[in-house]
């Protein structure tokens, strides 16, 4: 089973950045496809972004162009960079292993703690 434990998150205004990290722990090769999601109250879990390998990254529309996802499979640590951080942007954030269905991807492990992004002035 793999463990995923996030970290980062914070109160920040309308403009500015944060950077998260999702630390990955337990039996596996690589940490790779893995994506950051988000959780809006009242709301399902929403994939932001996948990096599928170092190089080979997918967005959301919402989000493309103002976050940027990678990862070091040696330390099994994934990051998001965010930038240009909006109101909507609010939400619980959290990064699982993901695997392809159909066009799309879906989470494969049990979530962990998530770690709050508040976007307010």
């Known amino acids: 089973q793999v463990q995923l434990v996030e970290s980062g998150g914070g109160l920040v205004q309308p403009g500015g950045s944060l950077r998260l990290s999702c630390a990955a722990s337990?039996?596996?090769?690589?940490?790779?496809?893995m994506g950051w999601y988000r959780q809006a109250p009242g709301k399902q879990h929403d994939l932001v972004a996948v990096i599928m390998s170092e190089g080979s990254l997918e967005y959301a529309d919402s989000v493309r162009g103002r976050f940027i996802i990678s990862g070091d499979n040696a330390k099994k640590m994934v990051y998001l960079q965010m930038d240009r951080l909006k109101p909507e942007d609010t939400a619980v954030y959290y990064c699982?292993?993901?695997?392809?269905?159909?066009?799309?991807?879906?989470?494969?492990?049990?979530w962990g703690q998530g770690t709050q992004v508040t976007v307010s002035s």
């Open positions: 337990g039996s596996f090769i690589s940490i790779y496809p």
């Open positions: 699982n292993r993901v695997y392809r269905i159909g066009f799309g991807w879906s989470a494969s492990e049990p």
